[in-house]
């Protein structure tokens, strides 16, 4: 019995639809993989490096991936996010822990001015940087000094109100926004500190 004209090839056309879906798939897998490969890459900085010896890597390999140069004003859109990443590396962050305050300072100021940012931003983020570093000093003294208060007082209204008086010592008006993140679980001076950020 003879086909309708057109039968074989409207038999054939889901398959492929099927193989050019796989092609793309395929395509799609690469590229991702190739994407990753060049994030690792771009992550991969020496450890044993001095600060300054990871920045220009990382700024080789950020230019060589994005074609875009955050160091330069048309790359100031993307150069934020680059000194974000640059900052959470978890070599740049050993470095960074193991400074003085004020070592810490004038390396994360050469840094920003690496990344081009102006002696007025560089400024303004270095007296940000004053207020966290203030602040991360008297949260973790207030996690000593909770700790203590929880070893040594007994469970229930007595141990309440000695941290309610603590939290206000140390936090004033921030004190009931402490305890509300406490009893949910939270405490944010456990978190990690990322040197620059926050």
């Known amino acids: 019995m003879a086909q309708p004209p057109g039968a074989v090839g409207s038999a054939q056309r889901p398959w492929a639809a099927l193989k050019t879906a796989a092609g793309r798939w395929r395509q799609a897998v690469a590229l991702e993989g190739a994407e990753d490969a060049a994030r690792r890459r771009l992550l991969a900085t020496d450890p044993e490096a001095p600060i300054e010896a990871q920045l220009e890597t990382f700024l080789e390999r950020l230019l060589e991936m994005s074609k875009v140069d955050p160091t330069r004003a048309e790359g100031r859109l993307s150069r934020a996010r680059a000194v974000e990443v640059f900052l959470r ?65 007994p469970a229930g209204t007595p141990r309440d109100a000695a941290l309610e008086a603590l939290r206000a010592r140390y936090f004033d008006h921030e004190a009931e926004t402490i305890a509300r993140e406490e009893a949910s679980g939270f405490f944010r001076f456990r978190r990690r500190r990322v040197y620059g950020r926050n």
């Not at 570093?133 to 973790?140: I, P, V």
């Open 89 to 153: 590396l978890e070599s740049v962050q050993a470095r960074l822990a193991a400074m003085s305050t004020n070592e810490r300072r004038t390396t994360l100021a050469r840094v920003r001015a690496r990344f081009g940012y102006s002696p007025q931003d560089i400024a303004r983020l270095e007296s940000t940087d004053w207020h966290k570093d203030a602040r991360w000093d008297n949260g973790l003294a207030y996690m000593t000094e909770r700790a203590a208060v929880i070893a040594a007082t």
